[in-house]
């Protein structure tokens, strides 16, 4: 099993505090402004998501396979789409792309009501029976997230981790009023990183830096 390194599973010892002090300077160095985001990554113990070969990596400023060729996705990729997520707490969140589970743990940090889909089963059942045993208890969803999570809309803030073609046009109708939508969108390889706001009926759209995403999958995203 990758990311479940049983005996190093729970511990967070001090070196590994400090090395998550030293990534929050870095992000903070980087332009990650928000001091919640940054406490709930200086919180979330960013290692026991990896396998002990790869331990040592854990506070690096990178992404990292967690097997089925997906990725935990770099810390400051994190940082800066929950930063434009613009979090409150009770906020009701969808987070298209569970992977590894920790963007949830930071949005469960931050107090939000999680809701997250994964496209891939093998993913989905790995993080929903490990999330727990680190405390962390989003609602688990297993299916296609490019086309949301339509059972559970409407809600506050939607975040896509998977690069897609297109915004698809079922989150931004899943938005409630003055909804905000964080998503990935371009080419294969590379995207640019999208925020859409919705006050009733009008939408927004700004445009940030460029990302490089695994693929969305399914109906809405890449065949
Ligand atoms: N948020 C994750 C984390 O914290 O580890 C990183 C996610 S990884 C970069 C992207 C994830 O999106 C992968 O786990 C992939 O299987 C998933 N994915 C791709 N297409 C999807 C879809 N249509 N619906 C839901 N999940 C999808």
Known sequence: ???????????????????????VRKLRQKGIRNEAVLEAIGRVPRHVFF??????????????????????SQPY????????????PGDKVLEVGTGSGYQAC?????????????YNRVLYERTRAFLPLLGYSPHFFCGDGSKGLPVRAPYDK?????????????????????????VPVGGRDKQKMIRIRRKKDKITREEFDF?????????????
Do not use: N
């Open 1 to 23: 099993m990758p990311f479940l390194g049983v005996l190093s599973m729970f511990e967070d010892t001090y070196k590994q505090r400090g090395l998550r002090g030293k990534l």
């Open 51 to 72: 396998d002990d070969a790869l331990l040592i990596h854990a506070y690096e400023d990178k992404a990292f396979p967690i097997g089925e060729g997906q990725t935990i």
């Open 77 to 88: 990729t994190v940082a800066f789409q929950t930063e434009l997520l613009e979090v409150q």
């Open 106 to 118: 930071i949005l469960l940090e931050l107090k939000a009501k999680v809701y997250t889909i994964e």
């Open 158 to 182: 939607i975040i896509v981790t998977a690069g897609a073609p297109i915004v698809p046009e079922a989150l931004m109708q899943q938005l409630a009023d003055g909804g905000v939508l964080v």
């Open 211 to 223: 990302f490089s995403f695994v693929p969305l999958l399914g109906e809405k995203g890449w065949k």
